[in-house]
């Protein structure tokens, strides 16, 4: 196991007293498997301590803030990929079954493509294969650690990390590639209901396949496609 990977899957789930509790033993993993770089650690440590000593509501509104009512700081990777494109439900379908055939059942409720999901999955890898999985969603992870440095959020340190994994060299991809369109205030919940309603993703034989064999080149093809006109 790639205890990284699962530390980083912790840090990017929705907090809670027991991810507060589990502080010491993630600092530990961190600095155990030394796989991320001196600066990326001592950002993420500065996290950790963060979510430790925070008060709990605090941490929570910030999270629900950022990661649930900001559309452009979706935690679902292929909203960034395909967005409200039909090809999102047969993507979904080909990332569960590279679940499945790698011996991870998830629940009927998560949506396969939840990022704290993706990097438990890649825990259970060996590092070649996580590092190369990881690699195909760069991109996203670049966009992603761009505006939340923009933001002064210290969750950017997790998709730092995310890029310093990365196999091939993340300076390839640019914020560019994921434009960052104006989001609707994280309080005006009507605003938001109107800007996260998309159409319903289809599954199973009716799915559009676009690429059924190769989930990762739904992720490595990266720009989320243009609106279609009504």
Same mark, same amino acid.
């Given at each position: 196991?790639?205890?990284? &990977?699962?530390?980083?899957?912790? @840090?990017?789930?929705?907090?809670?007293?027991?991810?507060?509790?589990?502080?010491?033993?993630?600092?530990? *993993?961190?600095?155990?498997?030394?796989?991320?770089?001196?600066?990326?650690?001592?950002?993420?440590?500065?996290?950790?301590? +963060?979510?430790?000593?925070?008060?709990?509501?605090?941490?929570?509104?910030?999270?629900?803030?950022?990661?649930?009512?900001?559309?452009?700081?979706?935690?679902?990777?292929? +909203?960034? %990929?395909?967005? +409200?494109?039909?090809?999102?439900?047969? #993507?979904?379908?080909?990332?569960?079954?590279?679940?499945?055939?790698?011996?991870?059942?998830?629940?009927? !409720?998560?949506? /396969?493509?939840?990022? /704290?999901?993706? @990097? =438990?999955?890649?825990?259970?890898?060996?590092?070649? =294969?996580?590092?190369?999985?990881?690699?195909? !969603?760069?991109?996203?992870? %670049?966009?992603?650690?761009?505006?939340? %440095?923009?933001?002064?959020?210290?969750?950017?340190?997790?998709?730092?990390?995310? !890029?310093?994994?990365?196999?091939?060299?993340?300076?390839?991809?640019?914020?560019?590639? &994921?434009?960052?369109? /104006?989001?609707?205030?994280?309080?005006?919940?009507?605003?938001?209901? #109107?800007?996260? =309603?998309?159409? /319903?993703?289809?599954?199973?034989? =009716?799915?559009?396949?676009?690429?059924?064999?190769? @989930?990762? *080149?739904?992720?490595?093809?990266?720009?989320?496609?243009?609106?279609?006109?009504?």
């Amino acid at each position: 196991m790639v205890r990284t &990977f699962k530390v980083l899957s912790a @840090l990017l789930s929705y907090p809670t007293s027991d991810l507060q509790k589990a502080a010491g033993e993630m600092r530990s *993993a961190l600095r155990g498997e030394a796989i991320v770089s001196p600066a990326v650690l001592a950002n993420l440590e500065r996290l950790i301590g +963060e979510i430790a000593e925070g008060d709990l509501f605090d941490l929570e509104e910030r999270y629900v803030v950022l990661f649930d009512r900001t559309r452009s700081l979706s935690l679902h990777l292929f +909203e960034h %990929v395909h967005g +409200e494109s039909r090809d999102r439900g047969q #993507a979904m379908i080909d990332l569960k079954d590279l679940y499945e055939r790698n011996g991870l059942a998830i629940d009927a !409720t998560e949506l /396969p493509d939840f990022l /704290p999901l993706f @990097l =438990e999955f890649l825990s259970t890898r060996p590092i070649a =294969e996580a590092r190369d999985l990881l690699d195909q !969603t760069a991109h996203i992870a %670049v966009a992603l650690h761009a505006r939340l %440095v923009k933001r002064k959020s210290s969750y950017a340190a997790i998709f730092a990390a995310l !890029t310093d994994l990365a196999v091939a060299d993340p300076a390839r991809a640019t914020i560019d590639d &994921f434009p960052d369109e /104006p989001d609707a205030d994280p309080d005006d919940l009507a605003a938001l209901d #109107a800007a996260w =309603e998309d159409t /319903p993703v289809t599954f199973g034989p =009716e799915a559009a396949s676009s690429c059924k064999d190769d @989930l990762v *080149a739904r992720i490595r093809a990266a720009k989320r496609p243009a609106a279609r006109p009504a």
